[in-house]
């Protein structure tokens, strides 16, 4: 049986679909309008979250981006986007997996809804504000590592590097990069420079839902 994506464009998924473009493995992918459990609500029969990304190999479904990267990785042998358990420095890697979402992605996701998709008197500047600063806060530790490296982990691009680099293009995609320190802008052209990563944000960009945004 085939792999098989649910995705929303340059969302969370982009992650995973991103990792089978680099990995080369075979795979179906089904593009969604976003977000899905409004726009298509026949995917719920699917996935009842309701969220992308939604992956299925054989018996096994998954529904973390980060995850599916790991899986992938570690099921497919896919070792050159890794680092071994016996790398001193594994154990950051394993932080930078788990920081991709909960540090990163969470936070953006705030600012998304409160500055562009409420409407209204629901439109919440502060909340916007807060997390913005609190995002650029949790960056100091990664404008002071490329200072002196290219890439996250082992000297060498990992799913790591997906992880982060998907959430720093996220930020972009919503009006952040502006106030990105030099270091993070390099280091994120860099990653958006990577054929796969070009060939993955090719995949429904007729329904980027970040095209039109609007702005309090």
């Known amino acids: 049986m085939t792999m098989k994506l649910w995705h929303c464009y340059d ?23 976003f977000p899905p459990r409004f726009l298509k609500k026949d995917y719920l029969e ?4 309701g969220t ?12 973390e981006s980060t995850a599916i990267c790991h899986y992938l990785v570690e099921k497919y042998q896919q070792q050159q986007l890794s680092i071994e358990v016996t790398h001193p420095e594994y154990g950051q890697f ?3 997996l788990y920081q991709s979402d909960t540090t990163y992605t969470f936070p953006l996701a705030l600012i ?39 890439y996250l982990c082992g000297n060498k691009f990992t799913i790591a590097d997906i992880a982060i680099g998907m959430a720093l293009h996220f930020g972009e995609r919503i009006g952040l990069a502006d106030n990105y320190k030099p270091e993070i802008k ?22 980027d839902p970040f095209a039109n945004l609007s702005t309090p």
Request: with cysteine.
């Open 46 to 49: 699917t996935n009842p979250l």
């Open 52 to 63: 992308v990304p939604f992956f299925i190999d054989g018996d096994t479904c998954l529904t």
């Open 112 to 150: 998304l809804r409160y500055k562009h998709l409420e409407q209204g008197e629901r439109l919440n500047p502060q909340i916007v504000e807060d997390y913005s600063q609190w995002l650029f806060s949790r960056m100091r530790g990664l404008v002071q590592h490329f200072q002196t490296n290219e």
């Open 186 to 207: 390099d280091y994120l052209a860099r990653l958006q420079a990577r054929p796969a990563f070009k060939r993955a944000r090719q995949i429904g960009v007729e329904l």
């Open 11 to 33: 969302s969370r998924s982009l992650r995973a679909l991103w990792a089978l473009e680099e990995m080369g493995l075979k795979y179906e992918v089904e593009v969604l309008p």
């Open 94 to 96: 394993l932080n930078y």
